[in-house]
């Protein structure tokens, strides 16, 4: 209870927790001191909680498809874990005794002080005898096995149960499959799934954005597309003519997104469309022209003056500006930046 209220003040203290966060347990042990508990020796336990905290637990990545997250899937993750020694069960020594080290007197953390004029600076530090353990183990006497380090590595493998509807970056625990530490608790492993990119769908939150290309026809006459879901089941996509489809536009078919196990509902299958237009000259007659015009809404009228004179000029093809380019600002040339016409 007394290791616990002494991880709770640096816990709930905005400025020690800040400190942890930022430095780390044993850089944090020369900026504190037993003062600053109620009772002496917590500063050490402290730093022996944390320090056994971050040391015991794993991450793992597992790369998982788009498939996997929407259905649901089990797989098997091998990890490499620390083990407490069994020949020596975890004293690192033959005999299974080990000294107490008498730089620290066997609390694993050393005080060193320096005399700045007539200033004196306590800094607490890790035994750079006993490396922070507060134990001496004699060359002769180290545990073959794990030559004196007291854990050994193990292989072990886990399965891994993904719920169906899953995010990317979810994280699955598994209490007590971490690396263990003598005389302490087992640590978790942390399995943390990575959504892979899929050919068809980009995944936002619940719901899945496609492409789809549809030529100019398909545009205003309407069409036919099949699309496969992530299940595997095959819908058909019937869109009427009369409601045209204008280029970088959407539609979205409620309900086929990916699952929410929360809410038992399912997000939307969102369609961007690109709609591509016939090739240069793909009319060879006046007749196909005219049947054309006749079918599409007719041009804006416009009316020229007789008595104005009017310089007729020819468009060029152009590439559109970058993104994040300065419009209309003049390059080392001169000419305005961003600015590309194709000569024909």
Not at 64 to 71: D, I, K
Not at 144 to 173: F, N, P, R, Y
Not at 268 to 289: C, R, S
């Amino acid at each position: 209870m007394q290791k616990i209220n002494a991880a709770k003040q640096v816990l709930t203290d905005p400025e020690k927790r800040e400190l942890y966060d930022r430095i780390g347990w044993e850089k944090m042990q020369s900026h504190i001191d037993d003062s600053d508990f109620p009772i002496p020796g917590f500063a050490e336990n402290l730093f022996d909680i944390f320090k056994q905290k971050k040391e015991s637990y794993i991450k793992h990545s597992l790369k998982v498809s788009l498939e996997e997250l929407y259905s649901g899937a089990t797989r098997t993750v091998s990890i490499d874990r620390n083990i407490v020694c069994v020949e020596c069960n975890g004293t690192g020594c033959r005999d299974g005794v080990s000294c107490v080290c008498n730089n620290c007197e066997g609390t694993g953390v050393e005080t060193l002080i320096h005399e700045m004029g007539p200033m004196i600076q306590h800094i607490r530090c890790a035994c750079s005898l006993c490396n922070g353990d507060g134990q001496i183990i004699h060359p002769e006497n180290r545990c073959k096995t794990c030559d004196g380090k007291k854990l050994c590595q193990q292989k072990k493998e886990l399965d891994v149960h993904i719920a169906h509807g899953s995010q990317h970056s979810e994280m699955i625990k598994f209490i007590g499959e971490g690396n263990q530490t003598p005389n302490g608790e087992t640590g978790t492993v942390y399995v943390i799934l990575e959504q892979e990119p899929h050919a068809t769908f980009t995944r936002k939150d619940d719901d899945l954005i496609m492409n789809m290309e549809i030529n100019l026809t398909e545009s205003l006459c309407g069409f036919q597309r099949t699309i496969t879901l992530l299940d595997g089941h095959n819908i058909l996509i019937n869109h009427p003519h009369g409601k045209p489809i204008v280029p970088d536009s959407y539609r979205c078919l409620k309900g086929y997104g990916m699952p929410n196990r929360h809410t038992h509902t399912n997000g939307d299958v969102i369609i961007h469309f690109n709609v591509k237009f016939p090739e240069e000259n793909f009319i060879q007659t006046e007749n196909q022209l005219k049947q054309l015009e006749e079918i599409l809404p007719p041009r804006m009228g416009m009316k020229l003056e007789s008595a104005e004179h009017y310089e007729e000029v020819k468009m060029m093809e152009y590439d559109s500006f970058e993104e994040n380019s300065h419009h209309g600002d003049p390059d080392a040339d001169g000419e305005p930046a961003g600015v590309q016409c194709t000569t024909q």
